[in-house]
């Protein structure tokens, strides 16, 4: 086991990192920037180093300071959280090159899954459903053409190195298509340096469905249920639970074990995260992502296992702790990503929080870095908190989300508190009737 971690990340993650490895007795040393120096993750390690000024890239993003903070502390391993370098496969390689574990995959396997084309066809190698679309990069107007005309339309052109929805564009019809090819390609270089598009059929009313899985690096790979990211904004989720309430147990037992056996067959070690369209009965691969998720909790409370203490033994070479048959799903749980922002603009709203109050009771949990007095810096991602609850099926669930949502309070600042409280109360949302274009549609009826 690892004599000291160094924590690669900041706000949430960076606590909830610190804490499994404070429960496993190993010595944790943090990265901060000058604005994060009051955090609370700052005030809990055993260690903290100040490594550049506010910006990312001054910052939690350079990988030369993160290393020579490994070497000045003595850490042998690094746990990047999610974000920043988590799935930087330069970070990976430079980490491995000074002895220093990277807890997450290989950067070989970071490389493929970074690559959406690579990852597609990986994909469908190992046995995975994909979406039917181009085998490669398209370039030539004329190839798209006849690949939209092949799996019908509509089609959605993607960046292949894209991610949070840029780079992305849907042609309805041969006309649209010219255009979209142009502006998704236009879009992908300007944003990722990279001009690469393919080309993929196009659903309608899907759910997203991500199956969180973990190989041990030496052909073992287990599942642990899959998670309901559909509610999202802006292809930013919003809302998470487990399990999801589109799916039956023999979908939810299928396509967790296709995600088992391709992650054992592709050695890969650590947590992944599979991510699918889900449409009539039919799963779709989209991503996979190789690290923790932010919503990886509500998994955490229908297994009853620690996802942090499960990525830093295998790291460790101590394996998984588990085999599929001992993973039990017990309840429901759902997750709200509490933001400071305005909740009806989505503008952030970084400012002093001058009272926090959470919740509490049978079923609740809080993942949070934030206290009342903390000045929330402009720099970084707007996330303040998680709000995880858990109840023995989805009725009791809503209901005690609801009461939770009641007693949260943060004063100060805007946050996506109210959101959360009209969506509790959503008869479709009660029902589990949405789809990954819900919200998006709901928020643009109430304004």
Known sequence: MFQKILIANRGEIALRVLRACKELGIQTVVVHSTADADAMHVRLADESVCIGPPPSRDSYLNIHQIVAACEITGADAVHPGYGFLSENAKFADILAAHNITFIGPSGDHIRIM?????????????GIPVVPGSDGAVTEEKEARRIAAEIGYPVIIKASAGGGGRGMKVARSEADLEVALQTARSEAGAAFGDDAVYIEKYLEKPRHIEVQVFGDGAGRG????????????????VWEEAPSPALNAEERAHIGGVCAKAIADLGYSGAGTIEFLYENGEFYFIEMNTRLQVEHPVTEAITGIDLVHEQIRVASGGGLSVRQEDIRFQGHAIECRINAEDP??????????????????????????????????????????????????????????????????VDGIKTTLPLFRDLVGNADIANGEYDIHWLEKYLAKED
């Open 114 to 126: 970074g690559d959406k084309i690579e990852a597609k066809r990986t994909a469908k190698r190992l």
């Open 222 to 237: 287990v599942h642990f249920g899959e998670r309901d990211c559909s509610l999202q904004r802006r292809h930013q989720k």
């Open 344 to 409: 009806r603009t989505f503008t952030p709203s970084p400012g002093t929080i001058t009272h926090f109050h959470t919740p509490g009771g049978l079923g609740i949990r809080v993942d949070s870095g934030v206290y009342s007095g903390y000045k929330i810096p402009p720099y970084y991602d707007s996330l303040i908190g998680k709000l995880i609850v858990h109840g023995r099926n989805r009725v009791e669930c809503m209901m005690r989300l609801r009461r939770a949502l009641d007693e949260f309070v």
